[in-house]
């Protein structure tokens, strides 16, 4: 009995044994590299998904630190205003009243 790759018989019959078995490497080669690439993108796809829920999650930091920031200007606004409208002076008017820290 002949093993793999190997006949008995005709050198016709041996040429394409030999054909048949290098076209089979070729087909091996190819199937392993293209597992590969299959195995490389669904890394690089999950990888992409963590970066696209850290990056939700710094833009929903950015909206609550936004809308933070705009709440307290509204309030100095609004403490400022007031202050205004009862006749005190600007230069009076202490920044720490309205909630604005000023630091240098």
């Not at 490389?40 to 936004?66: F, P, T, V």
Request: overall charge positive; cysteine-free.
């Amino acid at each position: 009995m002949a093993g793999f790759g190997q006949s008995k018989g005709k050198p016709e019959d041996k040429a394409q044994s030999l054909k048949q078995a290098g076209t089979l490497k070729a087909i091996l080669v190819l199937t392993l590299m293209v597992l590969t690439a299959a195995l490389g993108l669904m890394i690089w796809n999950s990888y992409q998904a963590r970066n696209a829920e850290d990056l939700k999650l710094l833009q929903r930091d950015a909206l609550l630190l936004g809308e933070r920031f705009n709440r307290k200007a509204d309030r100095a606004t609004d403490r400022l205003e007031s202050e205004l409208r009862s006749g005190s002076r600007l230069s009076s008017i202490s920044t720490d009243f309205i909630g604005v820290s000023v630091t240098e």
